[in-house]
């Protein structure tokens, strides 16, 4: 079966970059969300969306940015990276609006040097 | 205090046995909960969604949820090594949007010895 996919899986970057982590849901899945876990932290929210609408935001810096595009894929937009900012970020995404089940993507492990 | 709780262990133990993981939450308006198994770098995998109250086998594993106490739990029998992981306890939580995210709890580290 399908899963989510991530792109990059691994990305370096220096203090005060950007970078651009990409989703690509399940197949007929329309909601997606974002979450960031850091070492030893269990995942937390950051931002969701709906059908290309963001329909929820979390604990999300004002330096990221996220959208959903017509082909139901999602980017999150990171600029002015943080030493802090290195952790697991992960995509998950819903078969449907209302349906609970979320099931994540393999993760991209972001390094901030 | 921590929407979800759960003990962070680490819960060791020997292959064959029946592993308990245990896990509460503070929201009693929440509606859904999930087991995610995940490996030490790897992404949470989902193994048991459960909604009403009562059990819920699902081959080795078994939920059981508890509204009125603001319990739930996962009993994984016939543990064997591969079993050795986190298990997430996650609680489903209308923010108020027209999603639902998941609010996790810290994690039970299993081992199971060979």
């Known amino acids: 079966a399908a899963g989510v996919i991530q792109s990059p899986r691994h990305l370096i970057k220096e203090k005060r970059e950007t970078a651009t982590l990409k989703c690509y849901p399940i197949?007929?899945?329309?909601?997606v969300y974002w979450y960031q876990q850091g070492p030893g932290q269990d995942p937390q929210f950051l931002i969701s969306f709906y059908e290309k609408m963001q329909s929820d935001k979390g604990s999300i810096p004002d330096r990221f940015s996220a959208q959903q595009f017509s082909d139901y894929h999602s980017e999150l937009n990171m600029s002015s990276l943080e030493l802090g900012d290195s952790a697991l970020y992960f995509c998950?995404?819903?078969?449907?609006?209302?349906?609970?089940?979320?099931?994540f993507g393999p993760g991209t492990r972001l390094t901030v040097t | 205090q921590k929407e979800v709780e759960q003990n962070s262990g680490p819960l060791s133990v020997p292959e064959g046995a029946i592993a308990s993981l245990n896990c509460t939450y503070s929201d009693r308006g929440s509606q859904s909960f999930f087991w995610y198994r995940q490996y030490s770098g790897k992404s949470p995998e989902l193994i048991m969604s459960i909604y009403s109250n009562g059990d819920k086998e699902d081959g080795r594993f078994t939920a059981q949820l508890n509204k009125a106490s603001q319990y739930v739990s996962l009993l994984i029998r016939d543990s064997q090594p591969s079993d050795s992981a986190t298990y997430l306890c996650?609680?489903?939580?209308?923010?108020?949007?027209?999603?639902?995210?998941?609010?996790f709890g810290k994690g039970t580290l299993l081992t199971v010895n060979p």
């Open positions: 996650a609680v489903n939580q209308n923010s108020g949007g027209s999603n639902y995210k998941l609010t």
């Open positions: 197949p007929r899945h329309d909601t």
């Open positions: 998950a995404s819903s078969p449907y609006r209302g349906s609970y089940e979320q099931y």
